[in-house]
């Protein structure tokens, strides 16, 4: 059973307390498996226009009131602080958003530790400060799909004007979503109270619709401040977008260099991620892949790190626990469900391949676009940037860094619990160079015709 089937049979609509119809769809639908997709970056050059065409495109938003449904294409549209200045929105309405999200990601960059080869002058034309405002995303089944609905898309473009197409980006997975790195990608997934769907196994409760949909009662009991007038914030959500070019070769000659026989590079690799490359976690299958477990949504997510205290099986440091150590007892202690994200990633370029070395990363246009949901999104990447991604006091590895994301500014190591003797591996580089990003918000559908109809005035 595929994602979305196993959500239909899980959805209750008499469950539902959401305002569905009001939510942009992409905040609650999975994409596809297989998926393609694009990303596209607008500017707007002159406010009538752009609002004209957020007005346009808003009509082919659809909502989230049939999230669990089978549907062959759709789109999302989020627009950022500097894009919502160019449509045209009062000042009162600007400065009702968080400090975070008026700045801008590039700005934030020492919250982000966004520094030497990932620093903002390094990021793509399309990413630089100001200059994205609107960010459209299409998810499809297949070619035919997404190809018919860019050409709707196109349409409402050329009939409007003052809006500028910065760029493209075309992506998309077989039916295995696997990321550059040849990892399943974006199991783990949030179940949103009031959504209509239950708990999977593995997840002791639903999250509270607050940290996800504005408006909504968060995991503290009440919702999180949200922009003003209502119709703005109310039902919105904000997302992180952050595109990495992954160095796969460099990943490989790493995994090749610490690990002899193919068995234990495969190995090596799960240590690093937290997964086998089917997806099976490594605290269910320790020693070698299961793909029947990996491709299992039922079972693929039912495990907590409680009765691998040690990181014997799953090292402390590995990407997946580092991002979500559900049930690990943490050196520095946090609300885990206040850091919970809806993951959107999407992978560009070719499939991965063992015989990528790092002499071919120069010439490939590979990697991935890290997009995430959430109320407190700001606030969440940086804490993830500062603490769980860029530092390892959280599980007394001092300034050990994540060895999937991290930004390793000089080579660093990876540390793989043991007994008697712990493992260190030398030699970690930055695996995802940072090419640019944004801090963007997602109106609800009555929002986006609000903005488009400038309805303020």
């Not at 994602?3 to 992409?26: K, M």
């Not at 989230?64 to 089978?70: G, I, L, M, P, Y």
């Not at 070719?350 to 071919?360: F, G, I, R």
Request: hydrophobic share 35%.
């Amino acid at each position: 059973m595929g994602i979305l089937g196993n959500l239909a049979a899980r959805f209750r609509r008499e469950s539902v307390t959401l305002e569905l119809d009001d939510i942009q769809a992409l905040i609650l639908r999975s994409r596809p498996e297989p998926y393609v997709g694009i990303h596209a970056m607008l500017h707007v050059d002159e406010a009538e226009g752009g609002r004209d065409l957020v007005r346009r495109l808003a009509r082919h938003v659809p909502a989230a009131s049939d999230w669990t449904e089978e549907r062959d294409a759709w789109m999302g549209v989020a627009l950022s602080h500097a894009g919502l200045r160019a449509l045209g929105l009062p000042e009162t309405a600007l400065k009702s958003f968080p400090l975070a999200f008026r700045q801008g990601m590039a700005e934030r960059a020492e919250q982000l530790r966004d520094f030497g080869e990932n620093a903002p002058e390094t990021w793509e034309e399309a990413f630089k400060p100001g200059n994205c405002h609107i960010a459209l995303t299409i998810y499809a089944r297949d070619d035919e799909a997404l190809d018919r609905t860019i050409e709707r898309a196109m349409e409402e473009y050329d009939r409007s004007h003052g809006v500028t197409l910065l760029g493209t980006h075309r992506f998309g997975a077989d039916a295995d979503a696997k990321n550059p790195f040849g990892f399943r990608d974006s199991i783990s997934q949030p179940t949103v109270a009031g959504s209509g769907v239950e708990p999977q196994p593995g997840q002791e409760r639903a999250i509270a619709a607050g940290e996800f949909i504005l408006g909504e009662n968060s995991e503290a009991g009440a919702p999180v401040a949200m922009p003003e007038p209502s119709i703005l914030g109310r039902n919105g959500s904000f997302v992180v977008l952050r595109k990495y070019q992954s160095r796969v070769g460099a990943f490989n000659d790493f995994v090749r260099r610490h690990a002899e026989s193919e068995h234990e590079q495969e190995k090596l690799g799960a240590k690093m991620f937290g997964r086998w490359r089917s997806g099976a976690p490594l605290v269910l299958s320790p020693d070698r892949d299961d793909p029947e477990l990996g491709g299992d949504p039922s079972r693929n997510n039912d495990f907590d790190f409680s009765k691998d205290p040690r990181g014997l099986v799953c090292p402390h440091s590995a990407h997946m626990r580092r991002l979500n150590p559900r049930g690990s007892e943490l050196t520095i202690l946090t609300d885990e469900n206040i850091h919970r994200i809806i993951r959107r990633s999407s992978t560009f370029g070719p499939k991965w391949s063992a015989d990528v070395s790092a002499a071919d990363d120069a010439r490939e246009d590979r990697g991935i676009f890290f997009i995430f949901i959430s109320a407190r999104a700001y606030d969440t990447i940086e804490f993830l940037q500062q603490e769980w991604i860029n530092r390892g006091n959280f599980i007394d590895l001092g300034e050990e860094r994540d060895p999937v994301v991290g930004l390793h500014e000089e080579p660093g190591h990876f540390t793989i619990p043991a007994d008697p003797v712990r493992r260190r591996l030398d030699g970690v580089t930055t695996f995802n160079r940072l090419r640019g990003g944004e801090y963007m918000f997602m109106p609800s559908l009555s929002a986006l015709d609000w903005i488009g109809n400038a309805g303020w005035r």
